[in-house]
Antibody, heavy 121, light 110 residues
Framework: EVQLVQSGAEVKKPGESLKISCKGS????????IGWVRQVPGKGLEWMGI????????RSSPSFQGQVTISADKSVSTAYLQWSSLKASDTAMYYC??????????????WGKGTTVTVSS | QSALTQPASVSGSPGQSITISCTGT?????????VSWYQQHPGKAPKVMIY???NRPSGVSNRFSGSKSGNTAALTISGLQAEDEADYYC??????????FGGGSKLTVV
């Protein structure tokens, strides 16, 4: 079964760092792009960026460039989303998703269950 | 880049058909046949319903169909069922080599 398993919920203080993970299984991890999507409570989906684990090529939304770091370790079939200094506005659910057939087109065919990140003093 | 424009809400009765629009520009929706649609039930991860404008993944009901004209894409759901009540999001590849989502549409089956 193809699946993406995300790390557990996090509660952090403003200014702290954080790295959440997304582990792929059941398919060739290095052959599909992995994307990250943010969903602020009660709001819509926002595309953050993608990475190709095969060679770590990546693309980021201008809205998130410089705010987060997307990385991958193909040796453990895991993609990561990292913050160096969290803000309260980073409070959201973060989904990782596999891109079904390359980029472009970029549609996401398998999704993780999401990681809730809460940033509060 | 700006989010694609979707109606905030749509509604229909069981058995009816509804259409959700998704309007972009020639730099995204209008420029590529790379529009996808996602269904999201409360508290759940999104699920792809349509990709490449009009293709249905295996397992998705044929009651769901997609189309595009110019800078506007559309998702049509026919034979509405209670289980279709959810949020729906469109997404498109862009000329900046990124993806962009629509603002989302809440479908109510009344």
């Amino acid at each position: 079964e193809v699946q993406l398993v995300q790390s557990g919920a996090e509660v952090k203080k403003p200014g702290e760092s954080l790295k959440i993970s997304c582990k792929g299984s059941g398919y060739s991890f290095t052959s599909h792009w992995i994307g990250w999507v943010r969903q602020v409570p009660g709001k819509g989906l926002e595309w953050m960026g993608i990475i190709y684990p095969g060679d770590s090529d990546s693309r980021s939304s201008p809205s998130f460039q410089g705010q987060v770091t997307i990385s991958a370790d193909k040796s453990v079939s895991t993609a990561y989303l990292q913050w160096s200094s969290l803000k309260a506005s980073d409070t959201a659910m973060y989904y990782c998703a596999r891109l079904g057939r390359g980029f472009p087109p970029g549609y996401m065919d398998v999704w993780g269950k999401g990681t809730t990140v809460t940033v509060s003093s | 880049q700006s989010a694609l424009t979707q109606p905030a809400s749509v509604s229909g009765s069981p058995g009816q058909s509804i259409t959700i629009s998704c309007t972009g520009t020639s730099s995204d929706v209008g420029g590529y046949n790379y529009v996808s649609w996602y269904q999201q039930h409360p508290g759940k991860a999104p699920k792809v319903m349509i990709y490449d404008v009009s293709n249905r993944p295996s397992g998705v009901s044929n009651r769901f169909s997609g189309s595009k004209s110019g800078n506007t894409a559309a998702l049509t759901i026919s034979g509405l069922q209670a289980e279709d009540e959810a949020d729906y999001y469109c997404s498109s590849y862009t000329s900046s080599r990124t993806l962009v989502f629509g603002g989302g549409s809440k479908l109510t089956v009344v």
